[in-house]
Each structure stands twice: as C-alpha cells, then as structure tokens.
C-alpha cells in the first residue's frame, strides 16, 4: 500500500503538481471534489489505531486504541472504541434508537426515538441523526 502512495506521489510531482499557484487551485477543487463525494455518500466507514508510548524513568508504557465508525444513511451508525484490544466504548444507532455501551462499567444506555431530527431539507436525515 504504501509503495502505491509513493508512486502516485512522484507521478503527481513529475506532472508539474507542485507549483505554488497551481497547488492552492488544486487544492481547492480537490476539497470541493471531497465535500461532493461525501454529501453524495449513502455509507462511509473509518478505521484508525492510535499508539500512545510513555516513559517516566525507567517505566514504561504502551497504549492501543483501535477506533472504527460506519455511517448510513439516513441514520443509521456504529462507532467503537478498544482499548488494548480489550474493553472500550460502543455506540449503535438502529434509526430509532441510540445504544452506548461501556464495557468497563458492563452497562448499556439507552436514549429513546423522540430525540431524533426530521429529515433535512433535501430529504436525507444527516449521518449522524441519533443524538
């Protein structure tokens, strides 16, 4: 993966991509491009792991937390949180109902359809209609 990132870079460089001008302008479009790619979006789905290493003297520390969110329109969504691998945070949107559960604490928390919005004025309900 990271050789294909590498290569589209020195491509982009040798197409003459690196002019100042011609950098903000692209810029520019390829923000608009995204921004039309993700409001045209019936799903997107992130994946991420963080490591935090820590050393005070001679103690060490090494923490993992692997984050992944799907969207859904027009509301459904599921987020979670793992820390270790181990225990974390989820969050569940089923379209009427929003789910947190606290693996910690072996509790899960339930909020009821009432808080959520009506579709907005193009007719979809945004990603995150559950709140």
Do not use: Y
């Not at 100042?20 to 994946?47: P, T, V, Y």
């Amino acid at each position: 993966m990271r050789k294909r990132w590498s290569w589209l870079f020195v491509l982009w460089v040798l197409g003459g991509g690196v002019t100042a001008g011609r950098c903000q302008q692209d810029a520019a479009a390829l923000l608009d491009k995204m921004a039309k790619g993700f409001a045209a979006a019936n799903a997107l789905r992130l994946r991420s792991s963080i490591v935090v290493e820590q050393q005070v003297g001679d103690a060490k520390a090494k923490q993992t937390v692997q984050h992944e969110a799907i969207f859904q329109r027009p509301n459904l969504l599921r987020v979670r949180w793992a820390e270790n691998g181990g225990k974390g945070l989820l969050i569940l949107c089923d379209g009427r109902h929003l789910f947190t559960q606290v693996d910690a604490l072996q509790q899960v928390k339930k909020r009821g359809g009432a808080q959520i919005p009506p579709a907005n004025r193009a007719g979809r309900s945004s990603f995150l209609a559950c709140r």
